[in-house]
């Protein structure tokens, strides 16, 4: 499975940014599709995931409330809509394909990431 992220870019504290990432190849209903990150300096983090066959969301906690995912099975899709961003939400996001309880599968896939930076 192959997954291509895109939507990353320079907002200012409070503001949005809608990530997508799009996936190929032979993929299964079975497992949860969602997003990382990685900051300067810092290990990669779980921030959402959503189960493609019945839609349940898995949020970290310094994304409640804040950021949204959601999926469009006909293409493929997930999506992370960010609103209120903070300068600590500065990082690379990663989507990723096989989430079980916040870790990424060793057998899943993760795309290539897109930079979000944050400026206050």
């Known amino acids: 499975v192959q997954l291509q992220a895109s939507g990353g870019g320079l907002v200012q504290a409070g503001g949005s940014l809608r990530l997508s990432c799009a996936a190929s190849?032979?993929?299964?209903?079975?497992?949860?599709r969602g997003w990382f990150r990685q900051a300067p300096g810092k290990e990669r983090e779980f921030v959402a995931s959503?189960?493609?066959?019945?839609?349940?969301?898995s949020y970290a906690d310094s994304v409640k409330g804040r950021f949204t995912i959601s999926k469009d099975t006909a293409k493929n899709m997930v999506y992370l809509e960010m609103n209120g961003l903070k300068p600590e939400d500065t990082a690379v996001y990663y989507c990723?394909?096989?989430?079980?309880?916040?870790?990424?599968?060793?057998?899943?896939?993760w795309g290539q990431g897109t930079l979000v930076t944050v400026s206050s």
């Open positions: 990723a394909y096989k989430i079980v309880r916040g870790q990424r599968l060793p057998s899943g896939s």
């Open positions: 190849g032979p993929t299964s209903s079975n497992y949860a």
């Open positions: 959503i189960s493609w066959s019945g839609g349940s969301t």
